[in-house]
């Protein structure tokens, strides 16, 4: 008799713990990172820069980058914030402020990814984009 509750009792510890593992598997599924990285291209960027003389313009091509999948998935829904954050970041720059700050690409790329991610983060997006390239800048 002692032998069957013990069975039954480690049958229950068993189903337990693999209940335990499924259902805490199925909460927190496991983050998967790529070994080289994803990108995501954003579609062209063209704002109007004040200058004096003539109407001038930026033009910005941008690519996303990250290690994992999920980021990917949820930049196309938080596309149109990101392209909100460029209007706001490039909106009150004049010709001469934009030429002088594309001289030193990586801070623009530092400052962009730090805006990005400040937007993400205060519209609840969990996911962070790890870096911002500039792939294609003309000023006009």
């Known amino acids: 008799m002692k032998a069957i509750v013990i069975i039954v ?3 229950l510890l068993v189903a337990a713990g ?7 598997g199925q909460k927190n599924p496991p983050v998967v990172e790529q070994a080289k990285p994803l990108f995501y291209p954003l579609d062209r960027f063209v704002i109007s820069v004040d200058s004096p003389q003539h109407s001038r313009y930026l033009v910005l091509e941008l690519t996303l980058v990250s290690h994992d999948q999920m980021v990917l998935a949820m930049l196309q ?21 934009v030429k002088t700050g594309f001289k030193d690409i ?12 400040l937007t993400l983060r205060q519209h609840k997006f969990s996911h962070q984009i790890e870096q911002v390239l500039v792939t294609n800048v003309f000023i006009q």
């Open 106 to 117: 990586p801070q623009v790329q530092e400052q962009l990814l730090e805006k990005f991610n």
């Open 77 to 97: 829904d938080a596309a149109p914030l990101l392209r909100n954050t460029l209007v706001q970041h490039f909106s009150n720059s004049n010709h001469v402020d």
């Open 9 to 11: 009792i480690a049958a």
């Open 18 to 24: 693999v209940g335990g593992s499924y259902w805490y």
